[in-house]
């Protein structure tokens, strides 16, 4: 049993009267609600002091398969409801940690060799700066620009995380919650 999925049916039951959780209860409708639902009415039941009454017997038709659901969300790739997003923002975050890296050992490496050749400003884009601090930005690019580089790309799989759960509640909700 799912427990995150049973405090999610907890909030969402919890808004209904005890007449309809009792009523729901009885039923015991499995195919509407799933295991989750009805412990989250038995929970809430018993919060609210009331006396757990007998279900029904469970119909003879099957239970709800989550093999099949499983295999709808894998479908789903065309239909844009898997997404690959957080995937192909790993790989580009990596792609930018190397990018960063090796920019700034580069110009590490360069102002360090120009201070060997006893160069002491050197013309950037027009503008004279000195090479102590070309060494700074080369260090400051490691480790700040890989620092705020990790924050963006967190930022971007957190929102893809927030929709996929989402998703997850909504679906479970209209499956085994009787969403309207």
């Not at 609600?33 to 009415?41: H, K, L, R, S």
């Not at 009454?53 to 038709?61: A, I, Y």
């Not at 960063?100 to 060997?116: E, H, K, R, Y």
Request: glycine share 8%; with cysteine.
């Amino acid at each position: 049993m799912d427990d995150m999925l049973v405090e999610s049916m907890r909030d969402f039951m919890g808004s209904k009267s005890t007449e309809e959780l009792l009523q729901i209860w009885r039923e015991n409708d499995r195919r509407k609600y799933e295991e989750e639902a009805f412990e989250a009415i038995r929970q809430i039941l018993e919060e609210r002091g009331e006396a757990i009454p007998p279900q029904m017997p469970m119909r003879k038709t099957q239970p709800i398969r989550k093999e099949r659901s499983i295999e709808r969300e894998r479908a789903g790739f065309f239909s844009f409801r898997t997404m690959v997003s957080p995937l192909v923002i790993k790989i580009i975050y990596v792609l930018g940690l190397v990018g960063l890296t090796s920019g700034g050992i580069v110009m590490i490496v360069i102002g360090l060799d120009l201070i060997d050749l006893g160069v002491e400003k050197l013309d950037f884009w027009g503008r004279q700066i000195p090479v102590n601090i070309q060494i700074f930005i080369g260090i400051a690019l490691i480790v700040l620009g890989n620092l705020v580089w990790r924050f963006l790309c967190e930022s971007w799989i957190l929102l893809f995380g927030i929709r996929d759960t989402l998703t997850s509640i909504e679906r479970h909700l209209k499956r085994g919650g009787g969403m309207p």
